[in-house]
T-cell receptor, first 114, second 111 residues
Framework: AQSVTQPDIHITVSEGASLELRCNYS??????LFWYVQSPGQGLQLLLK??????LVQGIKGFEAEFKRSQSSFNLRKPSVHWSDAAEYFC????????????FGQGTELSVKP | NAGVTQTPKFQVLKTGQSMTLQCAQD?????MSWYRQDPGMGLRLIHY???????DQGEVPNGYNVSRSTTEDFPLRLLSAAPSQTSVYFC??????????FGPGTRLTVL
């Protein structure tokens, strides 16, 4: 069965510290992978996506993610977190022939300490 | 260019009432979807559409109907609301089946 797991429900980091949010997926075909961010009371904003090619993808707001097929992972990273990064982050997987059917992880809530 | 818009932002219904959640996009995207978001469960796909006149079921379609008569609009209908349908509903649209841009959401409470 297709699934996405975000092992960390809640993470707290200090402002200026580095960040890594974990995402593992189970998918039969080559996945298309996404990270979305949701600020409180807002919709979801696309941070970055991986379809093919270079396994390290750059996104908006200084985020990057690395696709590791051998580990079925697509972890999100940022070298230096800002207070405005506090939000909920969702990893999602889809496929070329799935007609917009994204499967989402449960989300990781990020808190940033001053 | 407003992107994806959803109305209403908030709605309270009584059990058994019907209503339609509206979703519109001004980007001429083919693909549109409806998701519901519940605490600890991420987003789950309700229905989706790959173009005008074409819809299909997602992961949790029961209790919901959709239609896609135009490229721009993709309304979600609740025929007989139940408390289990209390959730935040997101509409999404995208130029390809793999990239979805989300609206601001509708928070629905069913009493």
């Amino acid at each position: 069965a297709q699934s996405v797991t975000q092992p960390d429900i809640h993470i707290t980091v200090s402002e200026g510290a580095s960040l890594e949010l974990r995402c593992n997926y189970s998918y039969g075909a080559t996945p298309y992978l996404f990270w979305y961010v949701q600020s409180p009371g807002q919709g979801l904003q696309l941070l970055l996506k991986y379809f093919s090619g270079d396994t390290l993808v750059q996104g908006i707001k200084g985020f990057e993610a690395e696709f590791k097929r051998s580990q079925s992972s697509f972890n999100l990273r940022k070298p230096s977190v800002h207070w405005s990064d506090a939000a909920e982050y969702f990893c999602a997987v889809g496929a070329k022939n799935q007609g917009g059917k994204l499967i989402f992880g449960q989300g990781t809530e990020l808190s940033v300490k001053p | 260019n407003a992107g994806v818009t959803q109305t209403p932002k908030f709605q309270v219904l009584k059990t058994g009432q019907s209503m339609t959640l509206q979703c519109a996009q001004d980007m001429n995207h083919e693909y549109m979807s409806w998701y519901r978001q519940d605490p600890g469960m991420g987003l789950r796909l309700i229905h989706y559409s790959v173009g005008a006149g074409i819809t299909d079921q997602g992961e949790v379609p029961n209790g919901y109907n959709v239609s896609r008569s135009t490229t721009e609009d993709f309304p979600l209908r609740l025929l007989s609301a139940a408390p289990s349908q209390t959730s935040v509903y997101f509409c999404a649209a995208g130029p390809r089946r793999d990239t979805q841009y989300f609206g601001p959401g509708t928070r629905l409470t069913v009493l």
